[in-house]
């Protein structure tokens, strides 16, 4: 088997005194797109943040390619391959739609390779270059969602984590966004997805981790998971 | 961004022509004042309206210039356009040191921490005597030859056109800032922090770089005040001239580029009007503040900006009238 993409070794991170995650071991393989499940708090967010460095691990590693980045800072990582397309869809509302996509590609200097990037992103999400001169605060929450999903993309990234991409959309629209996630495994984008509905994340993942209490309890490809009653009940209620 | 250059155009050349009609010791004198403060004003402004942070110990680098323009000017005869860029580059190195330390605290503690640092400085001037003469400050400033030479009016002029290069300079090193790449980056983690880092944006370093040019401005401001008054004690570190550029910035519009001229010209023209009412004035002065807070929150230029917006959106003028994070807050309740 080759190396995986993303590795996490006994990572855990703590908010000042309050541990979060204790111990999470994961692995991505290249071009997958693997789920995190869990409940509210059990330490999804707090897992990809780790990764994208914007909180840092107080032990264990994160192998990213093999090669450890545990510590580094955010920008770093983000060169590096990996991009966060953070929770809540948080866009800059006061600054149009354009403006907001290239300040995704705010690590590339080169004028003409930003716009190449930002034709390939109205490429994938025709909606935005109708918007493309509109505030980002006035779309739709979906379109919005697509925005922060797009601006990620600006960076080019080996790797993306998702976060909760369908957090408080409509289940026609999140569906719809989860179909923009299998596009992008289609396109070869290795994905790893924060999600809180169950059946929704495995219709596009291969494989699920599942966290409970900053600890991972379980894990499967998503048709064992969905196999397994317990699991299921236990841990995330469906 | 056209407006603004026009805006900002026009009153540099409307500036360069008042002198002409302007003849006057008195009017040039506030004219010095109000060119003068809006160095100090667009200087605060990058740091209020762009990083997003309000820095209330500021003047602790307009006193550095000060200072640091009487020092040199007094102990080694360095002439004008040798003092006014050092005074910008001590300035600067001040602003890398307090803005090192300070910038990693954000809200009440960052203002509470910079103000510490201004009250530190005004401590030192007060009582380093042998460097500062302490309380009775550095006296004897020269004056450029030129000027010295001249008479009253041809003085005041003098400073005048110095004073409007200053104003020119800083209002084009603003622009510069804010359409570059630093400028965009400092927008955008005002606007939203999180998602700046998701993109790569190191908040802490543009900030930086921010302050120190913040400092370097107002070192700017302070040795020209140095030479302009010919004395500097150590009041420079004092609240006064906080107060001042506070109010400018806020009454202009925080965040514009357009705000701190707009802001200079009414702070310092209401001022010397306000002088009847001798002690009165603050108080007025006050309350005017507190009624710009309350109803234009943006300041003039943010009201006017606003205005136009609604006008222009006349299409949708319900979501265009609205800024984004309204929208947003809109939408999430």
Same mark, same amino acid.
């Given at each position: ?36 499940? @869990?409940?509210?708090? #059990? ?6 943040? +780790? ?24 920008? +770093? ?54 918007? #493309? ?14 925005? #922060?999903?797009?601006? +990620? ?64 309890? #379980?894990?499967?490809?998503?048709? @064992? ?14 | ?333």
């Amino acid at each position: 088997m080759s190396q995986p993409v993303l590795q996490l070794l006994g990572v855990k991170v703590a908010y000042g005194k309050v541990q979060a995650l204790h111990g999470v071991e994961l692995a991505v393989e290249e071009g997958e797109v693997v789920a995190l499940l @869990g409940a509210n708090g #059990a330490g999804k967010s707090t897992t990809l943040r +780790a990764i994208s460095g914007l909180l840092r691990p107080t032990a264990g590693d994160i192998l990213f390619n093999g090669k450890s980045i545990a510590g580094w800072a955010p920008d +770093a990582i983000l060169r590096a391959g990996i991009a966060h397309c953070p929770e809540e869809r948080h866009v800059w509302g006061e600054m149009s739609v354009d403006e907001n996509l290239r300040l995704g590609a705010f690590l590339c200097n080169d004028r003409k390779e930003v716009d190449r990037r930002m034709e390939l992103a109205f490429e994938r999400f025709p909606r935005l270059r109708e918007r #493309a001169r509109q505030l980002a605060g006035t779309l739709s929450g979906g379109e919005q969602q697509m925005l #922060a999903i797009a601006r +990620a993309l600006m960076a080019e990234p080996k790797l993306l984590l998702l976060d909760e991409p369908s957090l408080g959309l409509s289940p026609k629209i999140s569906d719809e966004v989860m179909g923009v996630v299998a596009e992008l495994q289609g396109q070869g984008v290795t994905i790893l997805l924060v999600e809180q509905n169950v059946h929704r994340a495995l219709r596009v993942a291969s494989k699920a981790y599942v966290l409970e209490t900053g600890k991972v309890v #379980a894990s499967d490809t998503a048709e @064992g998971l969905l196999g397994n009653r317990e699991v299921l009940r236990a841990y995330l209620g469906a | 961004m056209k407006l603004e250059r026009t805006l900002i155009l026009a009153f540099l050349a409307v500036a360069a022509l008042l002198p002409f009609v302007m003849r006057s010791e008195y009017l040039l004198h506030i004219g010095v004042l109000v060119l003068f403060s809006l160095v100090l004003a667009s200087s605060f402004n990058l740091i209020v309206g762009y990083v997003g942070e309000f820095p209330l110990g500021h003047m602790a680098f307009f006193g550095i210039g000060a200072y640091t323009a009487a020092l040199l000017s007094t102990s080694f005869a360095l002439p004008i356009w040798l003092t006014l860029p050092l005074g910008a580059v001590v300035s600067a190195i001040f602003g890398f040191a307090i803005g090192g330390i300070t910038l990693r605290l954000r809200g009440p503690f960052f203002v509470i921490i910079t103000l510490c640092f201004a009250e530190v400085l005004r401590l030192i001037a007060n009582n380093w005597v042998t460097l500062t003469n302490g309380p009775m400050g550095i006296s004897g400033i020269r004056k450029p030859g030129w000027i010295e030479a001249a008479d009253a009016l041809t003085q005041k002029t003098g400073f005048y056109y110095i004073a409007l290069l200053l104003a020119a300079i800083a209002l084009y090193v603003a622009y510069r800032f804010v359409y570059s790449n630093i400028g965009r980056a400092a927008v955008a983690i005002r606007e939203n922090r999180f998602v700046s880092q998701s993109v790569g944006i190191s908040p802490f370093y543009y900030a930086l770089v921010t302050f120190i040019l913040a400092a370097a401005m107002a070192g700017t401001a302070g040795a020209f005040y140095a030479h302009y008054i010919s004395f500097v004690g150590p009041e420079v570190f004092g609240f006064a001239f906080m107060a001042t550029t506070i109010i400018i910035v806020l009454l202009g519009g925080k965040g514009t580029l357009v705000g701190p001229i707009v802001g200079s010209l009414v702070a310092v023209l209401l001022e010397e009007y306000l002088r009847d009412f001798k002690e009165l004035r603050l108080s007025i002065f006050g309350v005017i503040v507190m009624a710009v807070v309350i109803f234009m929150p943006n300041g003039i230029m943010g009201f006017i900006a606003r205005r136009r917006e609604v006008r222009d959106g006349g299409a949708q003028p319900s979501a265009m009238a609205l800024t984004g994070r309204e929208v947003a807050d809109a939408r999430g309740a």
